[in-house]
């Protein structure tokens, strides 16, 4: 019989079949987004967010790419909508709809969904724009937003500090404060996450890994998180792990430069070049990013790993103009110009600093005088720690030595550690105990590696003396209405307030501070004090005693705080004037 011929399998064998999730349009929707066509944009993000309905994500870009395109009605529905039927967690919604509101002139609405951000929301993602926009708030109702508290600001001087020792090198000082405050605040989550980089960078993986697991049974969706823990799982090789936490990663497109910049370092550090070249581009494009050197080198480095080697050059080209001085991309260059036109050049790492052998080359040609922006670069103290723990006998060796020339608290810990392992080689355990003799004991390093040693001499009823520098006019009326403004409190707190504005005054001397605000400085002053004494105390209250902002107050307290670190300082002074009293 004769009839139409019947198609088989056969005819289909080059057909690819096209699997249609949440993964694809998500895919679609960031290429839309990077070629700025947000109609198509929000069309495939709308169609991630159908196939997977419980994952906010989905539904928050929606409203990211409605807010880009002025529809701020539509946008805070989809905003609603997450908090009230997906993951009423996601605080960050409410500065989202706060912004949209605002957008909208509808200035009491915005006030309450910020105000409900600042109260309810511990990460602080957004506290600097949360507080610009109580501003204009403040000029368009003529009020003060009715902020009870700002429950990211929690610790946040103590936090502040110890990232800055960890963007220091100074990973077991910092790791000794975030272990404090992680204890008194189980729910700070980024100081846990700072707390298991610091774990990560001394090469203590184990413990890095079970505070990041903390962490995430806390709060599962954290990005941070996610990315540190993925690296973690890469370190002791678990493939399959990372191969799950990968695809999660891939499914999300941040907003935020910081998050972005995390993903992209995350999935570069992963091996997932084409994502991170991603990543580092859309940063790129914003002229308040481009200028980073360090992510101009990211963005080199992916270009690199997906032999985009021309590209490569023209960056690596940029970061010797922005970073002159730096020995990165010089070498980098000299290694793209001396290759063949087919030869490879291998996978090359993530990290703004030089290949382990070249900075052992580095150090060998300076000796010992090594200049201290080299000594003191958390990257290049990261890799040396992370070699003592993990390389062979030989890079261990290399390592000890180098680490002679620093001589710090750092490698007075990092050496110590050391020698309690027990699987150490002995003669390596010999030559970091000739070290510790040679660079001495923690008392016999300098005060400002160590800030849990108490500084100054005591007098003779055990308080310690702080002399107070000769004050100027305008120092003299810091300290004048502070006190006057603490008239109700204890003369232990009001020699306190003090004890503290002398020692700032002396840490920053010859360089003392131009006061053009006395009243911030005074607020600072005694909502460090109070915060020191364990009292419950706000920035918003603290600034209406003095008639400015609570984020003045927060800018003087951090400049201060950064310096003095208020809460070691003052323990044992309150502790001392209590004892006399």
């Known amino acids: 019989m004769k009839g139409k011929p019947q198609r088989t399998d056969r005819s289909l064998v080059n057909v690819v079949p096209i699997q249609l999730d949440a993964s694809f349009f998500f895919e679609r929707a960031v290429r839309s987004l990077d070629r700025n ?51 009423p967690s996601m605080m960050e919604c409410y500065f989202y709809m706060a912004n949209n509101y605002a957008n909208m002139e509808q200035f009491e609405d915005a006030e309450e969904a910020i105000v409900t951000y600042l109260e309810e929301d511990e990460q602080g993602q957004f506290l600097d724009e949360a507080e610009e926009l109580l501003d204009l708030l403040f000029f368009e109702l003529g009020r003060k937003a009715p902020v009870k508290r700002i429950k990211a600001r929690e610790g946040i001087a103590e936090h502040d500090y110890a990232r800055s020792l960890l963007e220091e090198g100074k990973f077991a000082q910092a790791a000794e404060m975030l272990e404090k405050i992680t204890k008194d605040q189980p729910d700070f989550t980024a100081a846990r996450n700072n707390l298991a980089l610091a774990y990560y960078y001394m090469g203590r993986f184990s413990k890095a890994k079970d505070t990041i697991f903390d962490l995430l049974t ?36 941040p907003f935020e430069q910081e998050h972005v910049f995390k ?5 570069g550090i992963l091996g997932e070049h084409e994502s991170a070249y991603a990543h580092f581009r859309r940063l790129l ?38 970073d002159p001085d730096s020995e990165v991309p010089k070498f980098y260059i000299s290694q793209l ?20 052998e070249e900075q052992f080359r580095l150090w060998e040609k300076y000796g010992a005088s090594i200049p201290e922006d080299i000594k003191n670069d958390p990257l290049i103290r990261s890799s040396f720690f992370w070699a003592l723990h993990h390389g062979d006998d030989t890079s261990k060796a290399q390592v000890i030595i180098a680490l002679r020339h620093i001589g710090d608290y750092e490698v007075y810990q990092a050496l110590t550690d050391f020698l309690e392992q027990p699987d150490e080689n002995t003669e390596l ?46 120092q003299q009326a810091v300290l004048n209405k502070v006190l006057e403004k603490m008239d109700k409190y ?20 010859p360089e003392l501070p131009s006061i053009s605000l006395v009243e911030g400085w005074s607020a600072a002053l005694e909502y460090l004090t109070v915060k020191s004494a364990g009292e419950e105390v706000t920035y918003k209250e603290v600034a209406g005693h003095y008639g400015v902002s609570a984020s003045t107050v927060s800018r003087y307290a951090k400049q201060i705080d950064l310096v003095c670190n208020s809460t070691h300082l003052l323990k044992p002074v309150f502790r001392a004037l209590s004892e006399k009293m």
Not at 292 to 318: G, I
Request: glycine share 6%.
């Open 37 to 87: 066509h947000y109609d198509k944009a929000l069309k495939y993000f709308s169609k991630a967010a159908e196939y997977e309905p419980e994952n906010p994500v989905n539904h928050c870009n929606v409203a990211g790419i409605l807010s880009e395109m002025g529809d701020y009605a539509r946008s805070n529905e989809i905003l609603n909508h997450v908090l009230t039927e997906v993951d």
């Open 218 to 253: 806390f709060e599962p969706g954290n990005l941070h998180g996610l990315c540190n823990l993925a690296i973690f799982f890469q370190n002791e090789g678990n493939k399959e792990q990372v191969a799950a936490l990968i695809k999660q990663l891939q499914t999300l497109v």
């Open 263 to 267: 993903l992209g370092t995350t999935m």
């Open 337 to 356: 110009e001396s290759r063949e036109e087919e030869q490879e050049v291998g996978t090359i790492s993530y990290h703004y600093h030089l290949p382990f």
């Open 429 to 474: 355990k010999e030559l970091a105990l000739s070290v510790l003799r040679e660079i001495g004991t923690p008392e016999t390093l300098s005060e400002g590696e160590n800030p849990y040693k108490a500084s100054g001499p005591t007098d003779a009823t055990g308080t310690p003396e702080q002399d107070m520098p000769e004050l100027d006019d305008r």
């Open 285 to 322: 494009k914003n002229k308040d990013t481009a200028s980073d050197p360090s992510l101009v080198h990211y963005a080199a480095v992916a270009a690199c790993n997906t032999k985009r080697f021309k590209e490569a050059a023209r960056l690596w080209e940029m970061v010797k103009m922005l």
């Open 490 to 509: 204890s003369d232990i707190l009001r020699e306190g307030v003090q004890y503290l504005w002398a020692d700032y005054l002396k840490q920053v001397s």
